[in-house]
C-alpha cells in the first residue's frame, strides 16, 4: 500500500471512532435526561442556534457554485421554501425539491 492510501485509511478510522464514540456516548448519557428538564433544552437551543448560523452563512457568503446565485434569489428561495414548508404540514421534503428545481432554474 502507498503512503497517501494508508494515510487516508488512518483518517477514515480516525474520524469514523470520533463520530461513533460521541454518538455511543449520547446514548448512554441521554437515559439520565429528560426531554423536558432545561439541560436538554439547553442543548436543543445551541443545536437549532448552529444550524440557523450554518444557513445564514451558506445564504450570506456562500461558496462554489452557490456563489453565482444572487441574494436575493437566494433570500426568495429561502422565504418560498419556508412557506411551502409550512403549507404542507412541516414536510422537508417538499421545500427542499421545489427549493433545489428553483433556485436551479433562476440561476441558469
Do not use: Q
Not at 439547553?42 to 441574494?71: H, K, T
Request: include cysteine.
Amino acid at each position: 500500500m502507498s503512503e497517501l492510501s494508508s494515510n487516508i485509511i488512518l483518517v477514515i478510522l480516525v474520524t469514523s471512532l470520533a463520530t461513533y464514540l460521541s454518538r455511543f456516548l449520547g446514548v448512554v448519557s441521554s437515559e439520565k435526561i429528560s426531554e423536558t428538564s432545561k439541560i436538554f433544552k439547553w442543548f436543543n437551543c445551541i443545536a437549532y442556534s448552529i444550524l440557523a448560523a450554518l444557513i445564514a452563512r451558506i445564504v450570506i457568503f456562500p461558496a462554489g457554485v452557490l456563489e453565482e446565485a444572487d441574494l436575493l434569489f437566494r433570500l426568495l428561495v429561502i422565504i418560498g421554501g419556508i412557506i411551502l414548508y409550512l403549507l404542507t404540514k412541516k414536510n422537508l421534503v417538499f421545500p427542499t425539491v421545489l427549493s433545489a428545481i428553483i433556485l436551479t432554474l433562476l440561476v441558469t
